[in-house]
C-alpha cells in the first residue's frame, strides 16, 4: 500500500504543479471528472476503487456539505426500490400516472415527508440490519421491510472505501468557463463497520432515498435510481477512518 500511497501523491502533486485546468464537464460533477482525467482514471460504475486502490473524491475548498459514501440498492427485499416508489412516492407534476420518493432519512431522529408520512433509519444489532422505518404523523410505525445488512455495508466500506483520496480544489471562472487548482488532499484508510455505525446512530450519517420514474422512451414507467445511499458531513469523514493524512 505505501506504493499505491507514493503513487497517488505523486502524480497529486503533478496535476497541482499544472495550476488552474478548466474543467472537462460543465455542471457540479466538472470537478470529479477533470481531476480523475488528469490522474488517469476511466469513468466507470463499478464498486471497486477508482485507481491505485484508492477511491478519489474531489470538492470545491469553500464547500461544507454532504458527500456520498457510497451507493447501493437495498439488500432486502427483492425489488425494494420498486415497492418504496410504487408505495410511498408522489406523482410527478407533468406525469402523474408515474411516482418518485426523495428524501432524507437519519437513524437519531425522524424527519416529515410531504406532510402524510415520517422516515427514520433503524439499526437491529441483533438481526444486524439497517432498515428503513417508515411511520405516519402520529408516530406510528407501519413499514420497516426495506434495508441493509450490516454484511453489505461492511463489504462497500472495505472494497470501495478501504482507501480514500479526497482532493481540495480552488475555482475560479475564466469567460464562464470553470477552473480548478487540485491545492490538497486527505488520505483516508481503514474505515471500520463499527465506526460507522456509531456516526449512524449519532445522525452523522445520512441515507437520502432517490428513486424516480423514467418519464419517456422505452424505459418509460421503469425505476430510475439516480443514486440512493450513505452521505457524511466532510467535516466528519475523518472519524470513519483510523488513518489520515494531509498532502499539501
Known sequence: MNRDRDLMVERFHAIKNLGFVKSRRSNNTGIGKTFEDYIGVIENNLEEPDFAGFEIKSHRSMSQSYITLFTKVPSFPKGANTY?????????????????????????????????????????????????????????????????????????????????????????????????????????MEPSLERFMTLLREGKIMYDIRIGSYKSGAKRGKIHDHGSGFRILEGNMRLLYAQHEIVE
Open 84 to 188: 418504496l416508489r410504487n408505495t410511498y412516492g408522489e406523482p410527478y407534476d407533468d406525469a402523474l400516472d408515474l411516482k418518485s420518493l426523495h428524501t432524507s432519512i437519519f437513524a437519531d431522529r425522524r424527519n416529515t415527508y410531504m406532510q402524510r408520512l415520517s422516515f427514520k433509519l433503524l439499526d437491529n444489532p441483533i438481526s444486524q440490519t439497517i432498515t428503513i422505518g417508515i411511520y405516519d404523523m402520529d408516530g406510528n410505525l407501519i413499514d420497516n421491510r426495506v434495508g441493509y445488512t450490516y454484511q453489505d455495508v461492511e463489504c462497500c466500506l472495505k472494497k470501495k472505501l478501504h482507501n480514500l483520496f479526497y482532493v481540495t480544489a480552488e475555482t475560479q471562472i475564466q469567460n464562464r468557463e470553470e477552473y480548478f487548482y487540485f491545492k490538497c488532499a486527505d488520505i483516508y
